[in-house]
């Protein structure tokens, strides 16, 4: 299956509403994607896709899952399989439906299986019914930088010599650091590492026709520009990753101040977002925006401020410790009346503190009391323990 082009990878979701997969994976970009498909493409635009296919195999792929509710959408699964192998291609499958493996058996030519928790824990329990059939197993990383991976390889060899058959170690799309694959080499074919360059060079069949630098947001690139950009204040829980990105690898939305409008022109032209102004009024102070992408990736929830002076004090009015810092140009910018000290610890250890006394609340809508529950709420779920 190795190859110097790209590969050709048909994105199924073959649900008309909604996202047709039963997982919720942290890394997904796929589930609001306005490039998913709902419901099966034609014969005719899959055809004219995989007959420009330079490689030997056609990967059919989330998007949602290929197996998703297998008895109910298999006959669109099984004619697209139909369709690429009287082309002249072979087929590979990329699912979490493990349950389903089996039935593909002489259909199908590569099978990979998408590893999490529940998946690891059902393998053994099918893994005898796919004698005959060419399996590889496929995990994301976390999204650490080099030294941190390194320090995972143990576990990734011992996971190779349980699971008994070649094991893809995927670059995670939503990772801000760039990783020095020089030292991430294991001496054999049996564990590969594979960059996010491969899939964003890649060709897709989604909506449209496209390369993956259309259709997914090169998210290390978006980070570039958001972490030098002096106009721009990061907070929220991509503060928290950069901070201690062992202790916080993931996170949901990005969390934006910035200081000029320009700053949404930018992320408009070269991001492809769209920007949504969900201010309480025509006239109140600050303004919101809501920004998503034409390209699978993180939404943007941006304050628009006058000053400096203005982020530091909505920062410092956030109601735990560890929420008290910004991230603009290369630096930290600390709560003074906490402490740097302190919020570093809050922040690495999970420990979120309650900060009792008056809050200057002013630069906050008036359902401050609501999104402060909601946040409490999505702490306890990241594993903070809260101190009141």
Not at 254 to 263: G, K, N, S
Not at 324 to 339: E, I, K, L
Request: with cysteine; hydrophobic share 40%.
């Amino acid at each position: 299956m190795k190859s110097l082009h790209a590969n050709f990878t048909i994105i199924v979701n073959w649900r008309k509403s909604g996202f047709g997969c039963a997982k919720v994976c942290s890394y997904c970009n796929w589930r609001d994607s306005p490039l998913l498909p709902h419901g099966g493409q034609s014969a005719a635009d899959i055809s004219t896709f995989i007959t420009q296919c330079d490689k030997s195999f056609i990967t059919i792929s989330g998007g949602a899952d290929p197996l998703y509710r297998f008895e109910e959408y298999c006959p669109q699964l099984l004619a697209m399989i139909q369709i690429i192998r009287e082309h002249g291609y072979k087929v590979r499958i990329i699912t979490r439906e493990i349950q389903h493996i089996a039935k593909l058996k002489g259909l199908v030519d590569y099978v990979s299986i998408s590893l999490d928790s529940d998946v690891l824990a059902d393998v053994g329990r099918y893994q005898h019914e796919w004698v005959g059939i060419d399996v590889e197993y496929s995990l994301v990383l976390p999204p650490l930088p080099t030294a941190a991976i390194v320090t995972l390889k143990p576990q990734y060899f011992a996971l190779y010599v349980q699971l008994g058959k070649r094991l893809v170690l995927r670059e995670n799309l939503n990772s801000i650091y760039p990783l020095d694959f020089g030292k991430l080499i294991f001496g054999h074919s049996g564990i590969v590492f594979v960059a996010k360059a491969l899939c964003l060079e890649s060709r897709y069949l989604s909506t449209v026709d496209c390369v993956g630098h259309d259709i997914v947001q090169d998210t290390e690139r978006l980070a570039r520009y958001l972490m030098n950009e002096p106009r721009l204040h990061l907070f929220g829980g991509f503060a928290k990753h950069l901070l201690a990105a062992r202790v916080h690898p993931e996170f949901a939305d990005i969390d934006l101040i910035t200081l000029d409008a320009d700053v949404l022109r930018i992320l408009e032209d070269q991001f492809a977002y769209t920007f949504k102004d969900v201010s309480q009024s025509a006239t109140s102070y600050p303004r919101y925006f809501l920004g998503k992408s034409s390209r699978a990736g993180k939404t943007i929830q941006l304050i628009g401020m006058n000053s400096a002076d203005d982020v530091m004090k909505f920062i410092a009015g956030a109601q735990y410790d560890a929420d008290r810092v910004s991230f603009s140009a290369g630096q930290f910018h600390f709560d003074s009346t906490v402490g740097e000290q302190a919020i570093r610890h809050a922040v690495n250890t999970k420990q979120a503190n309650l900060i009792g006394g008056d809050r200057d609340l002013s630069l906050f809508s008036i359902n401050r009391p609501l999104v402060e529950q909601r946040h409490k709420i999505k702490l306890l779920r990241k594993g903070f323990t809260i101190h009141e």
